[in-house]
Nanobody, 126 residues
Framework: QVQLVESGGGLVQAGGSLRLSCAAS????????MGWFRQAPGKEREFVAA????????GYVDSVEGRFTISRDNAKNTVYLQMNSLKPEDTAVYYC???????????????????WGQGTQVTVSS
């Protein structure tokens, strides 16, 4: 079992920045790919960014490409999402998720992740 706890959300003006963190505990000796997802009111949860276990392979949804950066520090069992040039449409609850994996694998699919955090609210005002 892996427990995930997100932090770093908040209220920011359009054009501003936030850095989300996701701290993992529990069975962290296994190798996990990590993903960030978000869910706005009345919408389905959607993929934002993902990273493989070593940090050498990443992927993003088109709408955040060039503005968001996912990274990880395995020594600290923490994954980050640096969000720059935020837009009102980025407003959502952001979730991190983990799936056991090896190599360069990561997933963009909600259904493939085994462990989820409780979410952190990000609100971008115009």
């Amino acid at each position: 079992q892996v427990q995930l706890v997100e932090s770093g959300g908040g209220l920011v003006q359009a054009g501003g920045s936030l850095r989300l963190s996701c701290a993992a505990s529990g069975r962290t000796s296994s190798r996990y790919a990590m993903g960030w997802f978000r869910q706005a009111p009345g919408k389905e949860r959607e993929f934002v960014a993902a990273i493989n276990w070593s940090g050498g392979s990443t992927g993003y949804v088109d709408s955040v490409e060039g503005r968001f950066t996912i990274s990880r520090d395995n020594a600290k069992n923490t994954v980050y999402l640096q969000m720059n040039s935020l837009k009102p449409e980025d407003t959502a609850v952001y979730y991190c998720a983990a799936v056991r994996s090896l190599g360069n694998y990561y997933s963009k699919s909600v259904t493939e992740y085994d462990y989820w955090g409780q979410g952190t609210q990000v609100t971008v005002s115009s």
